[in-house]
């Protein structure tokens, strides 16, 4: 559209000052249609699928911040994060920005200058906490595993060992790479030291059980964009009572003012007091999905999540491919397939593409190497594993590549899991 002077007024405006040539040639020739993206399926790294109930609820009317009908909303987001979670923990909210702010958020509040901090790294998420931790000021202590791999624990001891921890930080669901990190007993070894266990659930949180009371774990942070099933834009963040005396204990101000969590936290505790303006959608869509979860029942949607990756597993390797990372260590929101050699990685992702099927390529060292399948909250289902399975058939057939029957694979391992819940039922 183009716009005119408006008519002149009774009551006179300020006159309009003058557009720059750019913005005049914007305005005289330019017009911008209204974008209308089409309806992916989105089966790679994040984002996820989104319920329609999740996007419908984002469509709601605004509410003022500190309205008490937002205040009731962000109380009960702050419950079911809770049960997600698996917490009591009384600092249970979500950060808004995305999955890194949470990183930063855990991070920062409670690393000074001089700290040292033991991290693991063994993808990109790795890399990136390192990062953070010095920017900081904090002195990193790296514990490194093969990309594809998980990290060893002795080792993780060996550099709790090596210098005077004040935190052991890494990630439970690697997202680059697909591996999965057993938490038993890390808050052991680091309570042992006196150190503060940070743990990065982005692709794990709804998907897979953290368990952040069970683990023992001090800070944990997620992003809504993966297994929770919402758009990404919010962090979900816990901290308990021994990182919140850590951060009362601090001789430094926490040096983001955006993510100094004890701020944050009086706009979300009793006090109320405004800090920021909360992205009120998101956090409608937080709340949505959150019930979602909450009416599926934490443990079925562990279940399915794995049902579906064991599905999927079945049919890769039943098509002659095969998975990047070991059993045991798979994630099952996040599914590492190695690109068979001669393949053209691309080529297959853009076939995949154009029949409007997303699947992520791998990133650094992994790049080429793998294909990312992400399994994660609504997208986590037996239609789409036959979905992405058959397209990937075609995808290798058109590309000159034979490949064994997968379908039929994946349906055996939905087939036997059903026999077995029903003779046990009987
Ligand atoms: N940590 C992990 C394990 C992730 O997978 C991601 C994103 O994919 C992040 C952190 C960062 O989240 P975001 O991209 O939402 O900022």
Redesign the pocket.
Known sequence: MILSRPPSPRCPLSPLSPLSPLNKAITMSKHYERFNPPKRILLG??PSPVDDRVLSAMAAPLLGHLDPLFLKCMDDVQSLLRYVFETENRVTIPVS???????EAALVNVIEPGDDVVVCIN???GE?MRDIVERAGGKPHTVEAKWGEAIDKKKIEAALNSCRPRVLAL??????TGVLQDLSGLAEMARAHEALLIV????SLGGHPVGVDRNQIDIC?S????CLGAP?GL?PVTFNERALDRIRSRRTKVQSWYLDITMVEKYWGEDRTYHHTAPISMNYALFEALRLIHEEGLESRWARHELNHHALVAGVEAMGLRMAVAPGQRLWS?NAVSVPDGVDDARVRARLLDENIEVGGGLGPMKGKIWRVGLMGSGSTRENVVLVLSALQRALKADGHSCGKGIEAAEAVYAQTHSGAASSAT
């Open positions: 790294p994040g920005a995305t999955g890194s702010a949470g990183m993808g990109v998420f990136r990630v439970h669901a690697e997202t680059s990065d659930a982005v692709t942070y992003g809504t964009q993966k990404p962090a996040l």
